[in-house]
């Protein structure tokens, strides 16, 4: 399965890391913050596991109506030729 290559000004990894170092700002001199926030986006953009979780964050495409999805390509083309009647070809 091939992983698409992160971006590294992703908007979701960038809210996530900042709500992750919310709580820190009081504790943490800003150096160490933005030293930190450059570690949470690496390992947010590069690790497998953590780019899985954070693609489970993203929002949904929304569709446009309902009806039936056409998952293989290649079947639709197939079934296009089909009238219904297994075996039978239309034209």
Known sequence: MAIDPPDPGDPLVARLVEQSLAKYEHLLP????????LILEGFALTHPEMRTMVD????RASTD???DR??????????????????????
């Open 30 to 37: 800003p150096e160490a913050l933005a030293e930190l926030r």
């Open 56 to 59: 489970r964050l993203r929002p």
């Open 65 to 67: 109506a309902s009806g």
């Open 70 to 91: 056409v998952k293989d390509p290649e079947a639709a083309v197939g079934a296009a030729t089909d009238d219904g009647i297994e075996g039978r070809k239309v034209g």
